[in-house]
């Protein structure tokens, strides 16, 4: 009959004091690592449902979630900066000056512990003046103070960073900003010969080149833009300005039938409209116009009326001016008198 064998056992009257020890502190190294390996997963946790709250505008839980966050993962530079915006963001929001400060102070410690752990990133020193510019506006007291600080990190973020034109262009907005005209064209100027397409960066420069009366040089960067991007914010009132300002009413005309199909609801473009098309005769583009403004601004009728049956009976419509003289005087026949 084969003999059983004994299972193996460990005897531990035979593990020394020392051995204990050495046991010990390695089952607490095996707890410490396996805690430390779970608290990226927790700070990723809690950045997705911080960014889900900021972007649901639930400031407060946002900036909860970030700051815990960064707690579990103190080193990462990219959750500090956006705990550091969501402070931003939630200072705003606030309704007293003590607290809108003690956000924006925190946000700026925080950008500053960003920038501590990396001195090369440009993004981190930009968002330094972001604040800084913020806590400017904010805080009469000290708005000097964070201006010129705002001023010197701008300039460090485009010191560090010479070859993006997106630091270029915010120190050049900046000093524009500051009134510093000559220096901001210069750093428009620099943004543009890295990025031809900077809508921005031709835009402000076009305003610098209108307050010095240079309308053919502001001409030429609106067209830049206009050629690239037509619907690019205000660039086509811009080029109209400058064209009635030259008493260019052709091209005038031409840029405002541009801007007519975007922008149908601006009183102003109305009125220079059908003002330009009295002036070149042309009642028939006028008539559909006018037609536009009364829609939109019912009050303007009185002041368009008899130049809009004026183009209407230009245009052989005499049955339609007599409708709109009928619905002229029921809309306004009852109309209360002004004293």
Do not use: C
């Amino acid at each position: 009959m084969a003999k059983k064998e004994k299972s193996p056992s460990i005897n531990f009257s035979l593990i020394t004091p020392a051995q204990w020890i050495i046991l010990s502190f390695l089952a607490l190294g095996v707890l410490i690592g396996t805690w430390q390996s779970l608290l990226p997963l927790l700070a990723e946790r809690h950045y997705r449902d911080g960014f889900n709250a900021l972007a649901m505008k639930q400031n407060d839980i946002g900036v909860s979630e970030l700051e815990k966050t960064v707690e579990n993962a103190p080193i990462e530079t990219q959750y500090l900066m956006e705990l550091s915006k969501a402070y931003e963001t939630y200072a705003l929001e606030k309704t007293t000056l003590e607290d809108k400060l003690y956000y924006l102070n925190k946000s700026k410690e925080t950008a500053f512990a960003t920038e501590k752990l990396d001195t090369l990133n440009p993004w981190f020193k930009n968002r330094i003046a972001t604040v800084y510019t913020t806590l400017a506006e904010l805080d009469p007291a000290h708005q000097a103070t964070y201006i010129k600080k705002a001023e010197s990190y701008h300039r460090l973020a485009a010191e560090t960073d010479a070859q993006n034109p997106l630091f270029q262009l915010n120190l050049g907005y900046f000093l524009n900003r500051l009134g510093k005209t000559a220096e901001a064209e210069l750093y428009y100027k620099k943004s543009i010969a890295m990025d031809n397409g900077l809508a921005a960066a031709h835009f402000n420069l076009a305003e610098i080149y209108i307050q010095r009366k240079q309308y053919e040089l502001a001409l030429n960067e609106y067209e830049t833009i206009y050629k690239q991007n037509p619907s690019y914010g205000e660039v086509l009132f811009g080029m109209i300005n400058i064209y009635l300002l030259k008493q260019d009413y052709l091209n005038a005309l031409h840029y405002m039938e541009e801007a007519y199909k975007q922008y149908p609801d601006k009183l102003q473009l109305l009125q220079n409209l059908v003002a330009l098309y009295q002036r070149f005769n042309q009642p028939e583009k006028a008539i559909p116009v006018y037609e536009t403004l009364f829609k939109r601004f019912p009050k303007e009728m009185p002041t368009y009326q008899a130049s809009y049956i004026q183009a209407l009976l230009k245009t052989n419509q005499q049955e339609k001016a007599k409708r709109f003289m009928t619905l002229y005087q029921e809309m306004f026949s009852k109309a209360p008198k002004t004293q």
